[in-house]
């Protein structure tokens, strides 16, 4: 019997554990590749990538249909660029997911 991935603590630690703030710089080999994906603030990155591990198409799909989940587009990686951004970043093989700091993280600064 398979783990449902709401369930799955140990890749749900794991995760977790892998996830980091990168420069968008380091970011951009992959972003080259086409293998880094965004995914909107009001997602939450840890599940995405279990979700995505899971190759969960329903939920995936949702996400990509509203517009929350997409691979980086050329203009998201200028913009990054250009403002030295960094990301949070977590590699669920063979894509990178990145996700912009939280906008209530970031006026806490």
Do not use: Y
């Not at 909107?40 to 198409?57: N, Q």
């Amino acid at each position: 019997m398979q783990t449902k991935p709401e369930n799955d603590t140990d890749l749900r630690l794991k995760v977790n554990r892998e996830t980091a703030r990168l420069p968008w710089t380091e970011l951009l080999k992959h972003f080259a590749q086409g293998n880094v994906v965004w995914l909107a603030d009001s997602l939450d990155l840890v599940d995405v990538a279990v979700r995505i591990s899971h190759d969960d198409k329903a939920n995936i799909g949702k996400w990509m249909e509203a517009g929350l989940l997409a691979k980086v587009s050329d203009e998201q990686a200028q913009r990054w660029l250009e403002s030295n951004a960094e990301l949070w970043a977590c590699v669920v093989s063979p894509f990178i997911l990145v996700q912009q700091q939280k906008a209530v993280a970031a006026s806490l600064h």
